[in-house]
C-alpha cells in the first residue's frame, strides 16, 4: 500500500461556537467513514473523520471527554455540543470530525467502516473499500487487540 498523501499546510478547525480550534499537522488528505450504529447515534449519521500528526488544541476547558465504550472515547464541545474527536484506546489513535475543518476539494475517502450498519436512506457513492462490523473487528484482533 502507498502511504496517502499529506497536506503540506497545516489545517486549522473549530467548534460551531468557537470555544474549541484544532490543528492538525501534516493531515492525510482522506476521510474515515464509519457507519457503526453508535456514530449514528453520536452524530445523526455516519462518522467522518480525519487526521494527521502533531496536533494543537485551544480552549480545552470547554471539552467534555466521555468513554463511549470499553474501546474509545469521544469529545465534544460543553458550550455548543460540537462533536470533537473519537480516540481509540488501545492505540491512543484521535481522529477528528471532518466537518470542523475547511478542507480542500480534492479529498478521497481512505474506506467506510461497518458498512453493515449503514440505514438505507443514504449512500455514499465514491468507490472505496467497504468492512462490516465483524471484518473491522477481526482486523483489530489480528492487530493484538482483544474485545473481551
Ligand atoms: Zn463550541
Ligand atoms: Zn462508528
Not at 474549541?20 to 450504529?37: G, N, P
Not at 470533537?84 to 475547511?102: E, H, K, Q, V
Request: proline letters at 5%.
Amino acid at each position: 500500500m502507498t502511504e496517502p498523501r499529506r497536506l503540506a499546510e497545516p489545517v486549522k478547525g473549530r467548534c460551531l461556537c468557537g470555544a474549541v480550534t484544532i490543528t492538525v499537522e501534516a493531515m492525510l488528505a482522506e476521510v474515515d467513514i464509519c457507519h457503526c450504529a453508535m456514530c449514528q447515534r453520536w452524530g445523526g449519521a455516519f462518522y467522518a473523520g480525519v487526521k494527521g500528526d502533531a496536533v494543537t488544541v485551544t480552549g480545552e476547558k470547554a471539552v467534555t471527554v466521555y468513554r463511549s465504550s470499553q474501546w474509545a472515547e469521544r469529545a465534544f464541545c460543553g458550550t455548543c455540543g460540537s462533536n470533537l474527536w473519537y480516540r481509540f484506546l488501545p492505540t491512543g489513535s484521535r481522529s477528528f470530525l471532518a466537518g470542523l475543518f475547511d478542507l480542500p476539494s480534492d479529498f478521497g475517502i481512505e474506506r467506510q467502516i461497518f458498512i453493515d450498519e449503514k440505514p438505507d436512506w443514504y449512500d455514499i457513492v465514491q468507490d472505496s473499500p467497504k468492512l462490516t462490523g465483524p471484518e473491522v473487528i477481526a482486523e483489530a484482533m489480528a492487530q493484538g487487540f482483544s474485545f473481551d
